[in-house]
Nanobody
Framework: QVQLVESGGGSVQAGGSLRLSCTAS??????MGWFRQAPGKEREGVAG???????KYVDFVAGRFTISKDNAKNTLYLQMNNLKPDDTAMYYC??????????????????WGQGTQVTVSS
């Protein structure tokens, strides 16, 4: 069983930055991603990265968020800059058994973390 543990969430003002981390027991050399879910809304994909470092972003975070991973540390990151109140959500790390082609299709992810809360105030 793969375990994913997120950290780094918190409360910031609009325009601020946070870096989320996800420590994984395995699968960092597979496709990994970040998703988020705001109260009353469906879960949505934010960013994904394949085994070779190719990243994919949803339009509303492109240019503000950067996904990266350190396979040696088994850690996935999400650097979030210029945060907006609409970014307020629980952020989840996920890992797939695939290495490529997963993108932000949540049904192709096999393992999920418990989430870390991000709150952005105006």
């Amino acid at each position: 069983q793969v375990q994913l543990v997120e950290s780094g969430g918190g409360s910031v003002q609009a325009g601020g930055s946070l870096r989320l981390s996800c420590t994984a027991s395995a699968l960092t050399n597979h496709y990994m991603g970040w998703f988020r879910q705001a109260p009353g809304k469906e879960r949505e994909g934010v960013a994904g990265i394949d085994a070779y470092g190719t990243a994919k972003y949803v339009d509303f975070v492109a240019g503000r968020f950067t996904i990266s991973k350190d396979n040696a540390k088994n850690t996935l990151y999400l650097q979030m800059n210029n945060l907006k109140p609409d970014d307020t959500a629980m952020y989840y790390c996920a890992a797939s058994l695939y290495t490529q082609g997963v993108g932000l299709q949540s049904n192709l992810y096999n393992y999920w973390g418990q989430g870390t809360q991000v709150t952005v105030s105006s």
